[in-house]
């Protein structure tokens, strides 16, 4: 007995979606909660003499993932009336790990017709929003869809004949980066020229961060936004770091374990002399929702 995912093919691309083409082993990480606090690895293999490239869940007994083990409330006898089916979520580069009842699935008329799970207990498909609300599987994170359009923006060829021409987008990225100069000039004075979460205050790398997403000049207020150094800020951009909004805390994405900005969790974030510039507790809460722990 094993589980399945399925033999790879054009209409099951299994080795894609575990980001494995080509290969015939794959581990990924998968949280198993809707609060993502319990991670674990899930390794696959595929076996291109079976059956025309199978694909299974390797060690599924002695390394029973968090999501279908009986804490999980998974049935520890199998009943053919009322199968479990074991179900893996990508959301951009995360995974998901649930396990759900058959009568659970077709009450929720989760899964349609053409999927063939039900028939063939395998595949692939795009997974509706009735059965990610049900399964509490959130949404994808800033982070990963970061990850989902990276892959696909277009990079200009390089062409070392127009070298002026480089220059000036090299100052212009600059000056962008920099951000709205009013904007950047206020957080300056705010938060006396230092980054609010390093305390680095060497004023050239320091940038305007907005904490809710700019737009237009209504959000360029100096409580919606940090100054933070540029690495830090392009972190905080895409949520892999942020700050809890009622202790004021910063916290670091799992992602960034082993890193140097490892150590940035867990310190208090560096607030104005004046109250009234202080970060908007709900420009705080909304980036924290997005959050990539």
Same mark, same amino acid.
Request: no cysteine.
């Given at each position: 007995m094993h589980i399945a995912l399925g033999v790879c093919s054009s209409g099951f691309p299994i080795d894609d979606f575990l980001?494995?083409?080509?290969?015939?082993?794959? $581990?990924?990480?998968?949280?198993?909660?809707? *609060?993502?606090?319990?991670?674990?690895q899930l390794a696959f293999d595929g076996n291109p003499?079976?059956?025309?490239?199978?694909?299974?869940?390797?060690?599924?007994?002695s390394h029973?993932?968090?999501?279908?083990?009986?804490?999980?409330?998974?049935?520890?006898?199998?009943?053919?009336?009322?199968?479990?089916?074991?179900?893996i979520f990508r959301l951009g580069k995360s995974f998901h790990a649930r396990f759900a009842l058959e009568k659970q699935?077709?009450?929720?008329?989760?899964?349609?017709?053409? $999927?063939?799970?039900?028939?063939?207990?395998?595949?692939? *498909?795009?997974?509706?929003?009735?059965?990610?609300t049900a399964l509490k599987v959130p949404d994808?994170?800033?982070?990963?869809?970061?990850?989902?359009?990276?892959?696909?923006?277009?990079?200009?060829?390089?062409?070392?004949?127009?070298?002026?021409?480089?220059?000036?987008?090299?100052?212009a990225s600059v000056i962008r980066r920099l951000g709205q100069q009013a904007f950047r000039r206020k957080l300056v004075s705010a938060y006396a020229g230092q980054c609010a979460i390093t305390r680095c205050k060497t004023l050239w790398v320091l940038e305007a961060a907005h904490i809710s997403p700019y737009r237009g000049i209504k959000t360029n207020l100096v409580t919606n936004g940090l100054?933070?150094?540029?690495? $830090?800020?392009?972190?905080?951009?895409?949520?892999?770091?942020?700050v809890e909004p009622k202790s004021l805390v910063v916290k670091t994405?799992?992602?960034?374990?082993?890193?140097?900005?490892?150590?940035?969790?867990?310190?208090?974030?560096?607030?104005p002399a004046k109250a009234s510039v202080h970060p908007n507790t709900a420009a705080l809460e909304y980036h924290f929702s997005q959050f990539h722990g």
């Open positions: 980001d494995a083409s080509g290969k015939t082993e794959a $581990v990924i990480s998968a949280a198993a909660d809707p *609060a993502q606090t319990i991670a674990m003499n079976r059956r025309g490239g199978e694909w299974r869940i390797r060690d599924q007994y029973r993932h968090p999501a279908w083990n009986l804490s999980a409330g998974f049935p520890n006898t199998y009943d053919p009336n009322n199968p479990p089916f074991i179900l699935l077709i009450a929720l008329k989760a899964i349609s017709g053409s $999927v063939r799970m039900f028939v063939a207990n395998t595949g692939i *498909a795009v997974a509706p929003s009735v059965l990610l994808p994170s800033r982070f990963d869809d970061f990850l989902s359009q990276a892959d696909t923006v277009s990079v200009d060829d390089f062409d070392p004949k127009n070298i002026p021409d480089g220059r000036r987008r090299i100052i100054l933070l150094r540029a690495d $830090v800020h392009t972190l905080f951009d895409l949520a892999l770091i942020s994405s799992r992602l960034l374990k082993g890193s140097q900005y490892e150590s940035l969790d867990g310190r208090g974030l560096s607030l």
